[in-house]
């Protein structure tokens, strides 16, 4: 229900833009991204649906669990959608088609103090592949095109560390639609190996302190002892949380003063939203991006 209402949602894209502008909002909708069970990701945000009406004066906070990465960002381009948590690639892709649709104002910050995360790339443990030279004309999945970790920086970076081109060095290379599938299709053995995100502090064996892998050890549904790790990238920002650009500011404001406070006046909440282990929030702009948004430009345009 809640994936046909979005359709729905971005269907009607051209008939409001410009009726979504900044008025009184009788319901705020929340876009939340593709690549984990359905099922979990309204549990994880359902904290924000008991609170928020009461911090925004809203009737209703109504949830819109897209497919995949782009429905979220359709969403936000088309007006339709007055928040979401973005990695730094899909805010780049808002950003180039339209640098006026969404305001960036909060990331996370790491438990050690850092403001970014890392892409890794992971194999089965018992598959013989120990390294990224092993990768050599095998199968490597990504977790989705508009995945900062799960795809652009892997391609930008990975053909700097391999030596030549992706497609020279790989046998084969496809999607696993979003990371938690990547990671369980890698498992299955669909893929030799496969790129995700991970907060790259703490122990491996837990799936680091926050990330994908993380979230799939609380789960239960993945045991790290599987995988081993062969790959992982230069540190990446941490995306951004965003909000429609011409939200009502008295609006904005208060819902960035909830965001901001959650990490100690609900931390259940923020670690439900976030997946794993923060220490809270800071402020950004879109010039923290700018490195995200340039490498995009290049490598796959808007």
């Given at each position: 229900m809640f994936k046909k209402a979005l359709m729905g949602a971005v269907a009607l894209t051209a008939m409001m833009v410009g009726g979504a502008q900044a008025e009184d909002l009788k319901e705020f909708r929340i876009g939340i991204l593709g690549g984990e069970n359905e099922a979990d990701r309204l549990r994880n945000f359902s904290c924000m649906v008991d609170k928020l009406p009461e911090v925004l004066g809203v009737e209703k906070v109504a949830l819109f669990p897209a497919a995949d990465y782009d429905g979220v960002i359709q969403g936000l381009l088309g007006g339709t959608l007055d928040y979401a948590e973005l990695g730094a690639s899909g805010y780049a892709k808002v950003y180039l088609e339209d640098p006026?649709?969404?305001?960036?104002?909060?990331?996370?910050?790491?438990?050690?103090?850092s403001t970014g995360y890392h892409s890794v790339m992971v194999a089965r443990k018992d598959s013989g592949i120990k390294s990224l030279e092993d990768m050599k004309g095998?199968?490597?999945?990504?977790?989705?095109?508009?995945?900062?970790?799960?795809?652009?920086?892997?391609?930008?970076?990975?053909p700097k560390a391999v030596g030549t081109s992706i497609e020279e060095f790989f046998g084969e290379t496809g999607f696993g639609g979003g990371h938690e599938n990547l990671v369980l299709e890698v498992v299955k053995g669909t893929f030799d190996a496969g790129t995700t995100w991970a907060s790259g502090v703490g122990e491996f064996s837990d799936g680091y302190t926050s990330g994908n892998l993380h979230k799939m050890v609380e789960k239960g549904i993945l045991d790290m002892d599987d995988l081993v790790e062969l790959w992982k990238s230069p540190l990446i920002p941490n995306g951004p949380v965003v909000v429609r650009t011409s939200m009502d500011a008295d609006m904005k404001n208060k819902f960035k003063t909830f965001m901001m406070e959650m990490p100690e006046a609900d931390p259940e909440c923020f670690a439900a939203i976030q997946g794993g282990d923060y220490k809270g929030y800071t402020e950004v702009t879109p010039a923290f991006y700018?490195?995200?948004i340039d490498a995009r430009r290049s490598k796959i345009g808007s």
């Open positions: 006026k649709a969404v305001e960036p104002i909060l990331t996370t910050v790491q438990t050690d103090g095998k199968k490597l999945g990504f977790a989705d095109p508009d995945s900062t970790s799960g795809y652009l920086v892997p391609a930008v970076t990975l700018e490195p995200i």
